[in-house]
């Protein structure tokens, strides 16, 4: 009698503590991300929270891709944040939690930080520079480092992304856009 009495409250229950984790494709920003301040951290041997804290930040002022950059924006480890929830990553870190589960704990708190995903790769020696948008020009030079200046036309950015295009192929060219 108890039995059935339990039964519908494990279907209730079961799905609310199954979408907590995160499944695959979820969150891949963060894994990434808090995963690059893992590695950060163990190299320089930080153990406390503050000195893990010191080097998320020391980590978030070296990225260059937007999406890790937004992603240290949620947490409050840039210098122009709203909010400060870098203890939510230090901490866990100091206890030595994988990044799957530092990002479970984020996701709760914040559900954008899930949301980030990276842009989508593209194959640059397939792709006619010229049919793409100004923005997506910009862009793959954001990502390589460069900037183009005193461009003012569309012209002017695919001359230089085909004059830098020899330069940035050895690099695997998956992340461009």
């Given at each position: 009698m108890k039995l059935a009495a339990v039964l519908p409250l494990l279907f209730i229950a079961a799905p609310i503590a199954l979408g907590r984790s995160i499944r695959e494709g979820d969150c891949e920003v963060c894994l990434k991300t808090v995963q690059k301040f893992i590695d950060a951290a163990k190299k320089a041997n930080a153990k406390s929270p503050t000195k893990i804290e010191n080097i998320i930040e020391k980590e978030c002022a070296k990225f260059k891709d937007t999406k890790e950059t937004r992603?240290?924006?949620?947490?409050?480890?840039?210098?122009?944040?709203?909010?400060?929830?870098?203890?939510?990553?230090?901490?866990?870190?100091?206890?030595?939690?994988?990044a799957k589960k530092i990002c479970e704990k984020l996701k709760k708190k914040d559900a954008q930080?899930?949301?980030?995903?990276?842009?989508?790769?593209?194959?640059?020696?397939?792709?006619?520079?010229?049919?793409?948008?100004?923005?997506?020009?910009?862009?793959?030079?954001?990502?390589?480092?460069?900037?183009?200046?005193?461009?003012?036309?569309?012209?002017?950015?695919?001359?230089?992304?085909?004059?830098?295009?020899?330069?940035?192929?050895?690099?695997?060219?998956?992340?461009?856009?």
């Open positions: 992603l240290c924006y949620y947490l409050g480890a840039t210098p122009d944040a709203a909010t400060r929830m870098i203890q939510s990553v230090s901490k866990p870190m100091s206890f030595h939690l994988p930080i899930c949301q980030l995903r990276y842009d989508k790769p593209i194959n640059l020696e397939g792709v006619n520079l010229k049919k793409m948008r100004v923005k997506q020009l910009k862009n793959i030079l954001s990502k390589w480092g460069e900037k183009c200046t005193g461009c003012t036309e569309k012209r002017d950015y695919v001359k230089l992304v085909e004059s830098l295009k020899p330069k940035y192929a050895a690099k695997p060219a998956a992340d461009e856009l």
